[in-house]
């Protein structure tokens, strides 16, 4: 809504809530398989994947659209690439034990309005 104060469209208004529609699903997709991934992956692991998406929108640039890669962006991707191998490779000694507990929390409905 404030770019659209800003700089005022030229798009129709069924382009622009379909643009938005777009957007809320891609967003609340990345969220979904975020969370799954730090469920099953852990949180490190998968923030270290999840913080690799602008890079490869770097590589996906050059690759399908033409886009030159700068030397910093080179740079950037070599060591995106060197720390998710070090981060892969680490691997735990010994194995976890979870202990399943149940939360009962006591509670009741009187705040409820009459």
Do not use: C, W
Request: a negative charge; hydrophobic letters at 50%.
């Amino acid at each position: 809504m404030l770019g659209l104060l800003i700089e005022p469209s030229t798009s129709s208004p069924s382009n622009i809530v379909i643009a938005i529609a777009i957007g809320m699903l891609a967003y609340g997709i990345s969220i979904v398989l975020y969370i799954t991934s730090a469920q099953g992956l852990g949180a490190t692991r998968s923030q270290m994947l999840f913080s690799s998406a602008p890079l490869l929108g770097i590589l996906f640039a050059a690759l399908i659209l033409g886009e030159k890669i700068t030397l910093f962006q080179q740079i950037a991707l070599l060591l995106k690439i060197g720390s998710l191998f070090a981060l892969f490779q680490d691997q735990h000694s010994h194995e976890h034990e979870y202990i399943a507990v149940a939360n009962q929390q006591l509670h009741n409905h009187n705040d409820r309005p009459a």
